[in-house]
């Protein structure tokens, strides 16, 4: 019979996974990092999920499709909450998506392990996972609270104090203001900041001008989240000085 179902571009999808969380069905599930839909009678047709895609992705189109099954989706639904029990990071689990993508919490100050050998390395502030822009969940309980470092991905490799000066008491989003597909870059942050009780948010960028745009890009986000919080844009030179 023909309904109205989920349809996704391929194309266009660039495997962020907000459509998953989207889904209160779990109709949708990354595979080999696109988006979906993993069976027509797991979705419902109502399109929560068109507003969380940043890249239009997402669209309701009227075919022949198996019919709607809310009982199968209760079956789906129990498995999917017994994957992220089970799951290590006690994270957000996007099913069937690469497992590097899952959201998790780390507890810093790890000593690395090398050949055996304790490494001669700093502790690690980081404390979360995953920190590309593209791949961050709009929602997740550590953004509340939290003073938001927006860091261009060369930061990290020119200073030298990278971990214990910016990103220390920090929660993290990198992106590449130059290289990236940014399209959808404003709408996600501001979403994050609209979304969850930040305390802050510091642009870490390098000097050079094409860098720019990761701080204008968080300037927009935080206008149109409505947001009134502190905001900051720390500048680094080639040589790891802050300018």
Not at 29 to 49: E, R
Not at 64 to 86: N, P
Request: hydrophobic share 40%; proline share 3%; with cysteine.
């Amino acid at each position: 019979m023909k309904r109205k179902i989920v349809k996704i571009d391929a194309e266009k999808c660039n495997g962020c996974g907000l459509c998953v969380g989207a889904c209160a069905e779990a109709a949708i599930a990354l595979v080999d990092g696109k988006a979906k839909l993993v069976s027509d009678m797991y979705c419902d047709g109502l399109g929560a999920c068109l507003g969380e895609c940043p890249q239009g992705a997402i669209a309701i189109e009227e075919r022949d499709a198996g019919s709607f099954d809310e009982s199968a989706v209760q079956k789906r639904l129990a498995e999917t909450r017994t994957e992220k029990k089970e799951s290590p990071g006690q994270g957000i689990h996007h099913s069937g998506g690469c497992p590097g993508s899952e959201v998790m919490e780390i507890k810093s100050g790890k000593s690395c392990q090398c050949a055996g050998e304790t490494a001669n390395f700093a502790d690690s502030e980081l404390t979360q996972w995953p920190v590309q822009l593209h791949l961050i969940p709009v929602k997740a309980p550590y953004w509340n609270g939290a003073d938001i470092l927006v860091c261009a991905d060369c930061v990290a490799f020119a200073a030298g104090n990278f971990h214990t000066s910016f990103l220390k008491g920090r929660k993290i989003a990198i992106a590449c203001p130059k290289l990236d597909d940014t399209s959808g870059y404003v709408e996600k942050l501001a979403a994050i900041f609209r979304g969850n009780e930040i305390r802050s948010v510091t642009v870490a960028r390098m000097e050079v001008p094409c860098c720019g745009g990761i701080a204008a890009m968080s300037q927009k986000a935080l206008e149109l989240s409505g947001k009134k919080v502190h905001f900051n844009v720390i500048i680094v030179g080639m040589n790891g000085e802050v300018k």
